[in-house]
Nanobody, 115 residues
Framework: QVQLVESGGGLVQPGESLRISCAASRLIFRFYVMGWYRQAPGKQRDMVATITGGGSTNYADSVKGRFTISRDNAKNTVYLQMNTLKPEDTAVYYC?????????WGQGTQVTVSS
């Protein structure tokens, strides 16, 4: 069974930065597109950023220029560096691994942006 474990969430003030991580196990990591998604209370889960095994990235318009997704294939880990955080970034952030044939989710990590 594939495992995705997120970490690094927390409470920050507007304008601050935070980096969250997702450690993957029991999969051939480089074969998977890794993604970060988020879900705010009462809203649907939306894509934030994705990265292919080769490093190609895609971002939601709302985070372009502020967030950076990266991956370390040697460590089976994907990161999301979040800068200039806004209250509207508050959500549970979920890690996803997708090979095109199977897809897996982590348990989520809470990010709260509030003064």
């Amino acid at each position: 069974q594939v495992q995705l474990v997120e970490s690094g969430g927390g409470l920050v003030q507007p304008g601050e930065s935070l980096r969250i991580s997702c450690a993957a196990s029991r999969l051939i990591f480089r074969f998977y597109v890794m993604g970060w998604y988020r879900q705010a209370p009462g809203k649907q889960r939306d894509m934030v950023a994705t990265i292919t095994g080769g490093g190609s990235t895609n971002y939601a318009d709302s985070v372009k220029g502020r967030f950076t997704i990266s991956r370390d294939n040697a460590k089976n880990t994907v990161y999301l560096q979040m800068n200039t955080l806004k209250p509207e970034d508050t959500a549970v952030y979920y890690c996803n691994a997708d090979s095109g044939r199977d897809s897996w989710w982590g348990q989520g990590t809470q990010v709260t942006v509030s003064s």
